[in-house]
Every structure is written in structure tokens, then in C-alpha cells.
């Protein structure tokens, strides 16, 4: 069975003024980057920067009651992408979920580089093990 790669986009807008927050859009599930309204869900909310660490907090536009938060550090090796974690309820269940994401300032095609980024390797589970909990590490 192959696995499937969710693409999105993310727009971000600078405040109005500096002590107010980035405000962001998610097209979720898009197959064209050049048509981004055509997707299967589109989130609104806030970017939060602070040094190092990136936070969106969104809430889906048409299902109020779904919130996602997307959690990234910035990668210092390859500042064009970023490794993070999406938590929120699954939209089909409605049951917690957190699964990773990969976050670039360009457009990824190596469909392997990304499934071998996205799937939680053997390390991730020991660590998981480990620390009773999930985290990623921009390592590539």
C-alpha cells in the first residue's frame, strides 16, 4: 500500500503593528499549487515566532470546532525547510492526532525524500520510548 502525501499551503501576512501576531492561512489538501482555493480544507489563525521555535495556532474555517496547532523549530542546515508536528482532532475521527510535517519555503517533488522525512523512523520510536513523548529533529 502506498502512502499518501498531503500537500498544503501556507500564507502568512505581517501585523498591522509589531506586538500583534503573523496572521496565517492553510489550504489544506491541495493537488495545485497554482490554484489553492481548489482544497479539501482551509484553516485560519496566527504565526507566532519566537527565535528559534515557530507556532501556528488555526481553526478551520468551515468545522469551528477543529483547531490545529503546527509546531516547528527552525532548521539551522536547511533554513528553506523544517521538520514539525501537526496536533489537533482528526477531522474524521474527531480523536486526538499528531503526525509530522515537513514546512518549505519551496516546493518538494522527491516524493521519497519526503515520505522518508514524514514516517517516523526506528530512532523516533526509541526516543518515543524514551521520553513518553513525540519529538522531531531537524537533522537533513
Not at 489544506?28 to 480544507?41: A, E, Q, R, S, V
Not at 515557530?54 to 533554513?79: D, Q, W
Amino acid at each position: 500500500m502506498e502512502k499518501e502525501i498531503i500537500q498544503s499551503l501556507i500564507e502568512q501576512f505581517p501585523p498591522d503593528t509589531p506586538d500583534l501576531p503573523w496572521q496565517a492561512h492553510v489550504y489544506n489538501d491541495i493537488k495545485d499549487f497554482n490554484n489553492p482555493g481548489n482544497c479539501n480544507g482551509f484553516y485560519t489563525g496566527t504565526f507566532l515566532k519566537d527565535g528559534f521555535l515557530g507556532t501556528y495556532i488555526l481553526h478551520n474555517r468551515v468545522s469551528e470546532s477543529e483547531h490545529v496547532m503546527i509546531s516547528c523549530v527552525k532548521n539551522l542546515v536547511n533554513p528553506r525547510q523544517q521538520l514539525g508536528l501537526v496536533s489537533g482532532l482528526s477531522n474524521y475521527t474527531m480523536l486526538p492526532v499528531t503526525f509530522k510535517t515537513v514546512i518549505s519555503s519551496v516546493e518538494v517533488t522527491d516524493k521519497k525524500l519526503l515520505t522518508d522525512l514524514l514516517l517516523f523512523s526506528k530512532e523516533d520510536f526509541k526516543i518515543i520510548k524514551q521520553l513518553q513523548a513525540i519529538t522531531i529533529q531537524n537533522l537533513r
